[in-house]
DNA sequence: ACAAAAGGCAACCAGATGGTTGCGGAAAGG
DNA sequence: CCTTTCCGCAACCATCTGGTTGCCTTTTGT
């Protein structure tokens, strides 16, 4: 089940805000990235393949260096499993579940 | 972070099957739930306790046993920010997150 | 009263995880 | 051409984590 590497990759606090990041930033570097948190590039390479393990990420190569952009498909199935079990007991949560499974933008 | 420990929580398999669980079937003890599981009913309590952490379940003890029930509130913190994220790079989640944030049911 | 059943606490264990350092290779730039 | 810079790979390390077993307390039911 693919939504099991999205669980785990969003578990780490730094892999969030390097996700964050990204999404805010297209196009941002790994080398670029650790420069504004407190780990090594490496430690940042680690959560991108994470990162990218749930597709939640994907990376171009471009010479020397490499692009990370986000790629938003997996993040639906996480919020359509919450509003699954929270619509057992709150069905507001169900009309969410609907929303997400709506009408998806042309591919 | 109350968001911390609900990303935590829901990181592994068993414990969202755990929630899964409750949802469904309020009122369940743990000797019950460790029943339909593949592990002992202490790593049960254990991950009872990572999910009561992350006020996502709450246990009332009656007696001999302790009842679980499903508390919803802290999945829109997650699903939220989520939302937020994915509102970087795809407006139709902005909608969702408009939803999450919207109207709250009465306390 | 006493055995059975439910739960909590603690110790312990193997493996996953987040992090580091070190190195080697490929592209850019002077 | 040679240095810099960016990346990937590998080894290594400490800690966290999911799971177990064992024991003890409390409640229930006969």
């Given at each position: 089940m693919p939504t099991d590497a999205v669980?785990?990759?969003?578990?780490d606090?730094?892999?969030r805000t390097v996700l964050d990041t990204i999404a805010a930033r297209a196009g941002i570097t790994a080398t670029e990235l650790a420069a504004d948190l407190p780990v090594t590039r490496q430690a940042v390479a680690k959560h991108l393949h994470v990162l990218a393990a749930a597709e939640l990420v994907a990376g171009e190569r471009a010479g020397?260096?490499?692009?990370w952009r986000a790629t938003p498909a997996p993040l639906n199935d996480a919020i359509a499993w919450m509003a699954r079990v929270g619509s057992a007991w709150d069905d507001r949560l169900a009309a969410l579940e609907r929303s997400a499974h709506g009408p998806r933008r042309a591919p």
């Open positions: 669980f785990t990759a969003l578990a606090p730094t892999r020397r260096e490499t692009h």
